[in-house]
């Protein structure tokens, strides 16, 4: 249950007794500042009309209070930096407990710490990190009313997953599983016009699209004059209107205030639509996967409360197209082979022409060959002039994220809802929703894209 604070209301004569009580202090401070014989400062006369070279003082002035504004930022950026070294050398260190952990007791089983033992600290490291994932994921899901899966409007159907939509649909009670289709800007007007129809047909189905740069609270002054923060690049987010109102009369409905979990596979934008509903950079964005690392609470208004959750972990049997298309293969780790499996899948999927024509290399014939001709276009050469594949393979994987590579999927032809969604389910879902207002908030947000 939320912890309420406690209520900061008082009686009449209890508020008039403590403003009758300031009064009295401030007039003795006055009484005793002048018996010290204490003056007022005196107020800055500027400079006066007649003194020459006025407008150069003047613009010097302005300039040191420009300079002044900008150190403020930079300490205040220093700060955030600091905090955010803080908690990965504290993450690091957890780590590190966990693998020390593990040594020892290898070492009293009378284990030799040879490269078995040092992958099998690993996967138990990276096991310790699912499970958290999971946790703190399994707990946004729970505290929810309404449950946000964000899908990337590339590959939908990729991005759904059965068993997180069984679990939220057959949870019981009032929970409801809306769909956001983000990242609209990316595939052709006719193809999302289909996918909106498709998927609308199993859940409500909102259409969406993420400011890529926006405001840092953090960097806003209280000041009269603005903060010099260069927000011109940040782009236009379109359906945060329609959701945002379909969230605020569903919670009309329940007469209660809701809170709406945002769950998802890695970079489909799930805390970049939460940063939208705000219009302010209230999470942390990236391209790399496993930014978000533990649900966070945003207050978009009183009625209405977002939750931030960890990416979903995808089964690593899973084919390298699949894993690919959702952004899953680890960049970081060096010499994995699962690189250049996807790298080849994206290759094979995505439009021939469009490629050469992006990276401007001539015609190739599979993907071993375009990467290599890429690596000599980029100079991602290693010693001897040999072309540094791997390097260059996720760089491309990198740029599929960031969407530099156009792709799209189309809808299938039949559509044979799973075994659990049944026709009841389905209206169940649809409960609550005004339907008709979001298929116009749709449309409107279908046009407005460019």
Not at 139 to 161: F, T, W, Y
Not at 325 to 337: D, K, M, Q
């Amino acid at each position: 249950a939320e912890l309420r604070k406690a209520s900061k209301r008082m009686t009449c004569h209890k508020r008039y007794k403590i403003q009758k009580k300031i009064r009295e202090h401030h007039r003795k401070v006055r009484k005793e500042a002048k018996k010290r014989g204490r003056k007022k400062p005196r107020k800055d006369p500027g400079v006066p009309s007649a003194a020459p070279f006025k407008e150069k003082l003047l613009r010097e002035a302005e300039q040191r209070k420009q300079r002044l504004e900008e150190l403020k930022q930079k300490q205040k950026l220093q700060r955030q930096k600091e905090h955010e070294k803080r908690r990965k050398l504290e993450a690091k260190k957890n780590d590190m407990e966990t693998k020390e952990k593990v040594e020892g007791k290898e070492k009293a089983e009378g284990k030799e710490s040879s490269g078995k033992s040092k992958a099998k600290t690993k996967k138990v490291l990276d096991k310790n990190s699912k499970e958290s994932f999971c946790r703190e994921l399994r707990k946004v899901i729970e505290a929810s009313d309404v449950v946000l899966e964000v899908l990337d409007a590339r590959d939908p159907m990729g991005c759904r997953c059965p068993q997180l939509e069984q679990a939220v649909t057959c949870s019981g009670g009032d929970k409801k599983l809306l769909l956001v289709l983000n990242k609209i800007d990316l595939v052709p007007k006719e193809n999302l016009e289909k996918w909106l129809n498709y998927l609308k047909k199993e859940f409500p189905t909102v259409a969406f699209k993420s400011a890529t740069v926006t405001k840092d609270r953090t960097m806003e002054q209280f000041t009269k004059r603005p903060a010099r923060v260069d927000l011109s690049r940040t782009t236009q987010h379109l359906g945060s209107k329609c959701l945002l109102k379909l969230l605020q009369e569903h919670g009309r409905t329940q007469n209660k205030p809701i809170q709406v979990g945002v769950v998802g596979f890695p970079n489909v934008g799930k805390s970049s639509i939460i940063n939208s509903l705000k219009d302010a950079r209230a999470c942390n964005v990236g391209l790399t996967r496993g930014v978000t690392k533990s649900m966070q609470i945003v207050h978009v208004d009183k009625q209405t409360k977002m939750l931030d959750s960890p990416s979903i972990i995808a089964d690593p049997s899973n084919s390298a197209l699949a894993l690919a298309l959702r952004s899953i293969i680890n960049t970081e780790e060096p010499g994995s082979a699962d690189v250049f499996e996807a790298a080849d899948a994206i290759i094979n999927n995505c439009n021939k022409q469009q490629v050469i024509l992006r990276y401007c290399i001539p015609d190739f014939r599979n993907a071993e060959e375009f990467l290599t001709s890429l690596a000599k276009k980029k100079g991602m050469l290693k010693r001897g002039g040999v072309p540094d594949m791997e390097n260059v393979a996720k760089e491309l994987l990198s740029e599929w994220t960031g969407a530099k590579i156009s792709y799209h999927s189309e809808p299938p032809e039949s559509q044979k809802p799973p075994p659990y969604l049944t026709d009841a389910k389905i209206a169940e879902m649809q409960e609550g929703f005004n339907l008709k207002s979001l298929e116009e908030g749709n449309n409107a947000t279908v046009q407005g894209r460019k």
